[in-house]
Each structure stands twice: as structure tokens, then as C-alpha cells.
């Protein structure tokens, strides 16, 4: 086999039993993710499904240790991203491979852009901190390039805009070409389109499926809404109470489910034409 | 705290201070029955007199200056350290503040003559023979001939601006988590992504500065014998000499445009106001009040006419916290429900309006009590009409004759428990009015 093969099919992430605490006033700590485990290789993508509380976004923020830590505690026999030991690494070395290994991008883009400055400046830092190969001087011919291909129209005359001129969708757009540009291994979307409407979503989701396939990254998708990860990911994760219930590739989870829990997630969703009186809403009680 | 709580200023601001500070003097003239001309004829007020206000102005630019840079410095460091310093760094801005600028200007004569045994350049200018004519000595005599009452003066601009630093953060985004998920480095997040969200308030707060600083500048040129604008000022106050006053508010008026077009350099902006209330308190209301308060020998009058000050200057205030929070309130979903107009003032506005009445009532008192302070520093006669223990706090802090001065600096307890105390009366009013005030979600 050659280095490349092998590179490719060693897993970029190798999470093993981890686990997330948060620490109380009281003294009792509260459990978010119980023991959980999942490899991703380069290339592959992966949802995870969940309600909110089920603990997907706490698991998605300690693989790059963004959780404050305490109240948070973080434990793992294993986390490792590209062959960083995450959970051995000092505030440097993470500084390090956040934003250039694993970037983020968040629910709501009108919170994560600085609202005095520029779109160029905010995304001239990125390339600054991560792409030391990007000249000064080709900053902006590398920030056009990466806004056209979030689908940014006019990008060059956008490089001034300051985020409040920009509508939802686009902030949302630019957030992904400021993650990208920085040609990450690993993208995390933390429920990329919760802030947008339901046109805009399906633009974002279209788009995050078109560049994995362009760039050959690895995406998890964090989401409660099942109806929109098909295009997207390989396979699906299904949390619920900190736990993993069910996991598989997307279509057979979406076409089989086998947990009550991942059936019941997916009656919630509603669909076009089918004759569904009511939508049905989750009985805890037979899961317990 | 003696600057103004955030109001957004309105348009045409250095414009409206400086006609503000004309109408003023005419209306000082003509209450008086004073010929116009003798405002018009500059060179009766006092010789020299714009050379003083060009010393003023550079003390005042190189007090702000100190205030901003420390106050930046101090409230960003407080937030780098984390919330409990910030807390307590918050606490001491404010403490700062309400320390009465004749007790800091005093204070400082007597911690640096009395104490350390240097000397003051305008108090006791220094003998160096063998190199007094050199150009370093000049530069050091001159430097610091300024830096005495800007340092002075930039003591309690300091304290407000670190209050303002800290207090502001909340209004500004919270951008740490995404900024760490990006890997940027903790510095740039703080001198650059927070600080640049800073600047378009910071800029309203030190506008709001330049309105209070000129009067302190009165007391602290007199004290430490300056030859500068505010010297000559409260000696005019101080003598009811009414064109003097009036040119002063002219001059005043400008120094305080000049100052506000400054920090024009300060990037981003804010949408000024256009309602009444803030174009009406943004205004020298406290300068003007000592200039007027000469002209009448009725002290019930003077503490009127200071008191109003207080109210205008504050009524922004209240107009903005009313304003941030109305929006807030369920009125409309009230309404939904079939309350009638009557509940929804009785359950809704009532209550949040009472609590915003309660803070603004400790807050003017506070500010009333640190500006009888700076009145009675100013003109000592109207120590006589104040009832115990406000008399016996503001009377060490009026050093006019020699005897005075040479008595508090040879035993400065009475003036520094003076001091404190008022600092400390006016710290807890301001905290509680913190405690009661109703913050926008």
C-alpha cells in the first residue's frame, strides 16, 4: 500500500469513552456526554443527531478543548485529531490547530462576526494566522477567491462591507469562507442554519455538500433536523442523554431506524404530501 | 460618578457647546444689565488671557489623554485577568471618581511638598543656577509646569474612564468564543476585536468628560496656582466679576468644542440623538451654575440653581434607560391579553419606572453632593449656610487664604477625612442606585 493510501484511510479523529462533566455550586457534577466513541477519516462526514441537551454540541466544542475548562472537565481514553493528542495539549498547541486543523462554524453568524470591521479585515486575520504561504500582498486576491466560492456575488466590492450590510445568509456564507480559507482538515458545523430561513438553509446545506466534495474535508454536522443531512454526510450518530443510541450510514438510519428514540426523531419531521394528521411528539417514557 | 450615564450625544455637538457657551454669556450680560460691548471687548476681560487658555487646553489634552490611556489600559487588563478583578477594578474607577477634586488637587500638594519635600515648578519654582540656562531645564521646568495639574486632573478622569471601560464591555458583543474557536491569540482578542468595539462608546464617554473636566481644571489651577484659563476663572467667580464670568463661558464653551472635535480621530461612530432631553443635558449645565451662582447672595437660590444643573445634566439619564428598556416590556403582549391601559401601567411601566426613579435619585443626590463640594471649594461663603456634617466635610476643601493653605498642609487629616468621606457617601449612593437601576436584557 502506498503513504498516501495509508494516510487516507488512517482516521483523522479517534474519539474513545469520551466523557463531559460540568461542575455545580453544589458540588455535584452533571453529566453531559457518557462514554462515547466514533472515528471519522479524512474525507468521511458525520452527523450528529440529537434533541437539544442530548450533549451534541458539548462533544463537538471539547475536540478542540473550547469548553471552559472548569466547569467543564473533559476526560477520554482516547482523542486525537490527525495525530494531536488533543487532551495532552497546552493553550498554545491549541491555538495552534484551532481554526488551522478543526474550524468551527456556528448557529448564529451575526454573533461570531466582529460588527466594526470589515469583512476583509476579519478574514485577512484568519489567513494571517493560519496560511503563513499567503503573501500580504495576495491577502485580498485569496479572501475574493474563497468569498467566490462560498458564493459571495461581487466579492471583491463585499471585502468592505462590514457585517450589519450583510443579510443572514450571507453573514452565514462568510462565516464558512473565513473557516475555509484556512484549508482545515476538519469542519465542524455547529447547526449551521438554525438562524436562517428555510430557503437560506437549504442554499447553506447545498453549499457545505458541494465544497466537502471540491475540497475533500471532513465535516461533522451537528443538528436536530434530520430532514436536511442527507446531502451532506456519510453517516449519522444519533445522541441521546450524552449518549450515542444509534449510528450507521445516513440512509440506513433514515430508511431503518432501529432505536425507538431515532424512530421517534424521525416522525418528528415533517414531510411534503404525506398524510401525517398530526406531527408526533417524543414519549419519553418508552425510552427510559 | 460625575460624568453623564450613557446618552448618546447629539448632532452638532462641538457647534452646540460652542453657541451654547455665547447664549450663556449674553444671557449673564443682559441679566446683569451689562453692555454688550463689554463682552465684545476682548482685552478688557484680562490681558494674557489667551495664552491662559492655550495653558488650559494643554493641560486638559494631556489630562484626557492620561485618563484614556490608563483607564483603557486598567479596564482591559481587568477583563484579560477575569470578572472578579473586573468587579473590583469597576469599584475602585468609581471610587476614584467620587473623590472631591479639591481634596486630590490639596492632597497632591501636600503628599508631594509636605511629604516628599519636591517642589510644585508653580508653587515654589525651583532655584537652578549653574544650569538654568539650558533647554533641558526649560523642557523640564515647562513639562512640568503641565504635567502637575494634568496629573492631578487626570486622576478622577481615570477613575471614570476605567468605570466606563468596564461597564461598557456588556454592551458590546461577545465575541471570545468564536474568536478562540478561530485560534486567535488572547491579545487580539482584547486590544483588538474588544478595544475596536470600545471606541465608538469610549469616544461618547470622554465627549461627556470634556463637559466636566474644564470645571474641575477651576479648582485645580486655582490650587496649584496656574497660570492658566480655570485659575483666572475662579478668581473672576470668586470676585462676581460678571464679564470675566461671561468670557470664561465663551472661552469655556470653546476649549470644550475644540476638545469634542478631537475625538472626532477616535474611529466609529455612533447615530447621535435628535430628541430634546439629550441635546438639552449635553451641556457645560455645571460651569454655567458657578458662574450664576455668583450673582446672587441668596444661598437657597445658589443650591437651586446648582441643584437644576444637577437635574438637567442627569435628565439624559434617564430619557436612555427609560428608552433602552421600554421597548423590552410585554406592553403589546398585555395588551393581547386584554389588559386594560390602566393594569399595564399599574403591573408593567410603574414598577420599571419607579426603580429607574429610585437610581436617578441617588445618583443626583451623589452628584449633588460632590459638586457642593466644588462650589464650596470655590467660593467658601457658601460654607456658611450648610448644616453639619455637610459643613464640616466641605470646609477643609476651601483652602483660600494663605493661613488656610498652610494649615492643611501642615496637618492634612481634617482634609483628607474630608475628602473620604464625601468620596465614600457618594460611592455607596452610586451603588446602590447600580443596584436598583433596571438593566435591558
Given at each position: 500500500?502506498?503513504?498516501?493510501?495509508?494516510?487516507?484511510?488512517?482516521?483523522?479523529?479517534?474519539?474513545?469513552?469520551?466523557?463531559?462533566?460540568?461542575?455545580r455550586?453544589?458540588?455535584?457534577?452533571?453529566?453531559?456526554?457518557?462514554?462515547?466513541?466514533?472515528?471519522?477519516?479524512?474525507?468521511?462526514?458525520?452527523?450528529?443527531?440529537?434533541?437539544?441537551?442530548?450533549?451534541?454540541?458539548?462533544?463537538?466544542?471539547?475536540?478542540a478543548?473550547?469548553?471552559?475548562?472548569?466547569?467543564?472537565?473533559?476526560?477520554?481514553?482516547?482523542?486525537?485529531?490527525?495525530?494531536?493528542?488533543?487532551?495532552?495539549?497546552?493553550?498554545?498547541?491549541l491555538?495552534?490547530?484551532?481554526?488551522?486543523?478543526?474550524?468551527?462554524?456556528?448557529?448564529?453568524?451575526?454573533?461570531?462576526?466582529?460588527?466594526?470591521?470589515?469583512?476583509?479585515?476579519?478574514?485577512?486575520?484568519?489567513?494571517?494566522?493560519?496560511?503563513?504561504?499567503?503573501?500580504?500582498?495576495?491577502?485580498?486576491?485569496?479572501?475574493?477567491?474563497?468569498?467566490?466560492?462560498?458564493?459571495?456575488?461581487?466579492?471583491?466590492?463585499?471585502?468592505?462591507?462590514?457585517?450589519?450590510?450583510?443579510?443572514?445568509?450571507?453573514?452565514?456564507r462568510?462565516?464558512?469562507?473565513?473557516?475555509?480559507?484556512?484549508?482545515?482538515?476538519?469542519?465542524?458545523?455547529?447547526?449551521?442554519?438554525?438562524?436562517?430561513?428555510?430557503?437560506?438553509?437549504?442554499?447553506?446545506?447545498d453549499?457545505?455538500?458541494?465544497?466537502?466534495?471540491?475540497?475533500?474535508?471532513?465535516?461533522?454536522?451537528?443538528?436536530?433536523?434530520?430532514?436536511?443531512?442527507?446531502?451532506?454526510?456519510?453517516?449519522?450518530?444519533?445522541?441521546f442523554?450524552?449518549?450515542?443510541?444509534?449510528?450507521?450510514?445516513?440512509?440506513?438510519?433514515?430508511?431503518n431506524?432501529?432505536?425507538?428514540?431515532?424512530?421517534?426523531?424521525?416522525?418528528?419531521?415533517?414531510?411534503?404530501?404525506?398524510?401525517?394528521?398530526?406531527?408526533?411528539?417524543?414519549?419519553?417514557?418508552?425510552?427510559? | 460618578?460625575?460624568?453623564?450615564h450613557?446618552?448618546?450625544?447629539?448632532?452638532?455637538?462641538?457647534?452646540?457647546?460652542?453657541?451654547?457657551?455665547?447664549?450663556?454669556?449674553?444671557l449673564?450680560?443682559?441679566?446683569?444689565r451689562?453692555?454688550?460691548?463689554?463682552?465684545?471687548?476682548?482685552?478688557?476681560?484680562?490681558?494674557?488671557?489667551?495664552?491662559?487658555?492655550g495653558s488650559?487646553?494643554?493641560?486638559?489634552?494631556?489630562?484626557?489623554?492620561?485618563?484614556?490611556?490608563?483607564?483603557?489600559?486598567?479596564?482591559?487588563l481587568?477583563?484579560?485577568?477575569?470578572?472578579?478583578?473586573?468587579?473590583?477594578?469597576?469599584?475602585?474607577?468609581?471610587?476614584?471618581?467620587?473623590?472631591?477634586?479639591?481634596?486630590?488637587?490639596?492632597?497632591?500638594?501636600?503628599g508631594?511638598?509636605?511629604?516628599?519635600?519636591?517642589?510644585?515648578e508653580?508653587?515654589?519654582?525651583?532655584?537652578?543656577?549653574?544650569?538654568?540656562?539650558?533647554?533641558?531645564?526649560?523642557?523640564?521646568?515647562?513639562?512640568?509646569?503641565?504635567?502637575?495639574?494634568?496629573?492631578?486632573?487626570?486622576?478622577?478622569?481615570?477613575?471614570?474612564?476605567?468605570?466606563?471601560?468596564?461597564?461598557?464591555?456588556?454592551?458590546?458583543?461577545?465575541?471570545?468564543?468564536?474568536?478562540?474557536?478561530?485560534?486567535?491569540?488572547?491579545?487580539?482578542?482584547?486590544?483588538?476585536?474588544?478595544l475596536?468595539?470600545?471606541?465608538?462608546?469610549?469616544?461618547?464617554?470622554?465627549?461627556?468628560?470634556?463637559?466636566?473636566?474644564?470645571?474641575?481644571?477651576?479648582?485645580?489651577?486655582?490650587?496649584?496656582?496656574?497660570?492658566?484659563?480655570?485659575?483666572w476663572?475662579a478668581?473672576?467667580?470668586?470676585?462676581?466679576?460678571?464679564?470675566?464670568?461671561?468670557?470664561?463661558?465663551?472661552?469655556?464653551?470653546?476649549?470644550?468644542?475644540?476638545?469634542?472635535?478631537?475625538?472626532?480621530?477616535?474611529?466609529?461612530?455612533?447615530?447621535?440623538?435628535?430628541s430634546?432631553?439629550?441635546?438639552?443635558a449635553?451641556?457645560?449645565?455645571?460651569?454655567?451654575?458657578?458662574?450664576?451662582?455668583?450673582?446672587?447672595?441668596?444661598?437657597?437660590?445658589?443650591?437651586?440653581?446648582?441643584?437644576?444643573?444637577?437635574?438637567?445634566?442627569?435628565?439624559?439619564?434617564?430619557?436612555?434607560?427609560?428608552?433602552?428598556?421600554?421597548?423590552?416590556?410585554?406592553?403589546d403582549?398585555?395588551?393581547?391579553?386584554?389588559?386594560?391601559e390602566?393594569?399595564i401601567?399599574?403591573?408593567?411601566?410603574?414598577?420599571?419606572?419607579?426603580?429607574?426613579l429610585?437610581?436617578?435619585?441617588?445618583?443626583?443626590?451623589?452628584?449633588?453632593?460632590?459638586?457642593?463640594?466644588?462650589?464650596?471649594?470655590?467660593?467658601?461663603?457658601?460654607?456658611?449656610?450648610?448644616?453639619?456634617?455637610?459643613?464640616?466635610?466641605?470646609?477643609?476643601?476651601?483652602?483660600?487664604?494663605?493661613?488656610?493653605?498652610?494649615?492643611?498642609?501642615?496637618?492634612?487629616?481634617?482634609?483628607?477625612?474630608?475628602?473620604?468621606?464625601?468620596?465614600?457617601?457618594?460611592l455607596?449612593?452610586?451603588?446602590?442606585?447600580?443596584?436598583?437601576?433596571?438593566?435591558?436584557?
Amino acid at each position: 500500500m502506498s503513504d498516501a493510501s495509508i494516510k487516507k484511510d488512517a482516521p483523522l479523529l479517534r474519539i474513545r469513552d469520551l466523557q463531559i462533566e460540568f461542575g455545580r455550586h453544589d458540588g455535584e457534577s452533571v453529566k453531559a456526554v457518557k462514554s462515547i466513541s466514533f472515528t471519522l477519516k479524512q474525507g468521511e462526514s458525520i452527523a450528529l443527531v440529537g434533541e437539544s441537551g442530548s450533549g451534541k454540541s458539548a462533544t463537538a466544542l471539547a475536540l478542540a478543548r473550547l469548553l471552559p475548562e472548569p466547569p467543564a472537565s473533559i476526560s477520554a481514553k482516547e482523542m486525537s485529531l490527525n495525530g494531536h493528542h488533543i487532551l495532552e495539549m497546552n493553550e498554545r498547541e491549541l491555538r495552534a490547530i484551532r481554526g488551522k486543523e478543526i474550524a468551527y462554524i456556528f448557529q448564529e453568524p451575526s454573533t461570531s462576526l466582529n460588527p466594526v470591521l470589515t469583512i476583509r479585515t476579519q478574514i485577512g486575520e484568519a489567513l494571517a494566522l493560519h496560511r503563513p504561504d499567503v503573501a500580504k500582498a495576495d491577502r485580498d486576491d485569496e479572501i475574493v477567491k474563497w468569498l467566490d466560492k462560498v458564493g459571495i456575488v461581487d466579492s471583491r466590492k463585499r471585502l468592505r462591507a462590514y457585517p450589519h450590510e450583510l443579510s443572514g445568509g450571507m453573514q452565514q456564507r462568510v462565516m464558512i469562507a473565513m473557516a475555509l480559507c484556512t484549508q482545515p482538515k476538519l469542519l465542524i458545523a455547529d447547526e449551521p442554519t438554525t438562524a436562517l430561513d428555510v430557503t437560506i438553509q437549504k442554499q447553506i446545506m447545498d453549499l457545505l455538500a458541494e465544497l466537502r466534495r471540491d475540497l475533500d474535508m471532513s465535516i461533522i454536522l451537528i443538528t436536530h433536523n434530520l430532514g436536511i443531512i442527507r446531502s451532506v454526510v456519510d453517516r449519522v450518530a444519533v445522541m441521546f442523554r450524552g449518549e450515542i443510541v444509534e449510528t450507521g450510514p445516513v440512509d440506513e438510519i433514515l430508511r431503518n431506524p432501529k432505536h425507538p428514540y431515532t424512530k421517534a426523531l424521525l416522525a418528528c419531521v415533517p414531510r411534503m404530501g404525506a398524510k401525517q394528521p398530526r406531527l408526533q411528539a417524543i414519549d419519553y417514557a418508552t425510552l427510559a | 460618578m460625575n460624568a453623564q450615564h450613557f446618552s448618546t450625544p447629539p448632532r452638532w455637538l462641538p457647534l452646540r457647546l460652542l453657541l451654547g457657551g455665547v447664549v450663556a454669556a449674553l444671557l449673564l450680560l443682559l441679566t446683569q444689565r451689562r453692555s454688550l460691548s463689554t463682552l465684545f471687548a476682548w482685552d478688557v476681560p484680562a490681558p494674557g488671557l489667551w495664552a491662559r487658555c492655550g495653558s488650559s487646553l494643554i493641560v486638559l489634552v494631556i489630562a484626557l489623554l492620561l485618563a484614556m490611556s490608563i483607564g483603557l489600559a486598567a479596564g482591559l487588563l481587568a477583563r484579560r485577568i477575569g470578572s472578579r478583578m473586573e468587579m473590583i477594578t469597576a469599584l475602585l474607577g468609581r471610587a476614584l471618581a467620587c473623590l472631591p477634586i479639591a481634596a486630590v488637587a490639596w492632597g497632591f500638594i501636600g503628599g508631594w511638598i509636605g511629604h516628599l519635600g519636591w517642589p510644585v515648578e508653580t508653587l515654589l519654582h525651583a532655584q537652578l543656577p549653574e544650569a538654568a540656562g539650558t533647554w533641558q531645564t526649560t523642557l523640564a521646568r515647562t513639562l512640568w509646569e503641565f504635567l502637575a495639574p494634568a496629573l492631578v486632573l487626570a486622576l478622577p478622569l481615570c477613575g471614570e474612564v476605567i468605570e466606563c471601560v468596564i461597564t461598557d464591555a456588556t454592551a458590546t458583543a461577545d465575541l471570545d468564543f468564536s474568536l478562540r474557536a478561530r485560534g486567535v491569540p488572547q491579545s487580539s482578542r482584547l486590544w483588538v476585536h474588544h478595544l475596536r468595539q470600545l471606541l465608538p462608546l469610549l469616544r461618547v464617554r470622554m465627549q461627556s468628560l470634556c463637559l466636566i473636566a474644564p470645571v474641575y481644571l477651576l479648582i485645580v489651577e486655582d490650587v496649584l496656582r496656574f497660570m492658566g484659563w480655570g485659575g483666572w476663572l475662579a478668581q473672576s467667580i470668586r470676585a462676581g466679576d460678571v464679564s470675566g464670568i461671561a468670557f470664561g463661558f465663551i472661552t469655556g464653551g470653546a476649549m470644550m468644542a475644540l476638545l469634542c472635535v478631537c475625538l472626532f480621530v477616535l474611529r466609529g461612530r455612533l447615530k447621535s440623538s435628535s430628541s430634546f432631553i439629550p441635546a438639552l443635558a449635553w451641556h457645560p449645565w455645571f460651569l454655567w451654575a458657578l458662574g450664576v451662582m455668583t450673582l446672587t447672595n441668596m444661598s437657597v437660590l445658589c443650591w437651586l440653581i446648582l441643584w437644576l444643573a444637577v437635574l438637567v445634566a442627569g435628565s439624559a439619564a434617564w430619557h436612555q434607560a427609560w428608552n433602552s428598556i421600554e421597548d423590552q416590556l410585554p406592553i403589546d403582549a398585555a395588551r393581547v391579553l386584554g389588559a386594560s391601559e390602566c393594569m399595564i401601567w399599574l403591573k408593567q411601566i410603574a414598577p420599571v419606572q419607579f426603580r429607574i426613579l429610585a437610581a436617578w435619585v441617588c445618583t443626583v443626590f451623589a452628584q449633588t453632593l460632590l459638586w457642593i463640594a466644588v462650589a464650596c471649594a470655590i467660593q467658601p461663603r457658601l460654607l456658611e449656610e450648610l448644616v453639619d456634617p455637610l459643613a464640616q466635610w466641605c470646609r477643609p476643601l476651601a483652602n483660600v487664604s494663605m493661613q488656610d493653605a498652610a494649615q492643611t498642609l501642615a496637618d492634612p487629616s481634617a482634609l483628607l477625612h474630608a475628602g473620604s468621606s464625601i468620596a465614600l457617601v457618594a460611592l455607596c449612593l452610586n451603588q446602590v442606585s447600580r443596584i436598583v437601576q433596571p438593566r435591558p436584557t
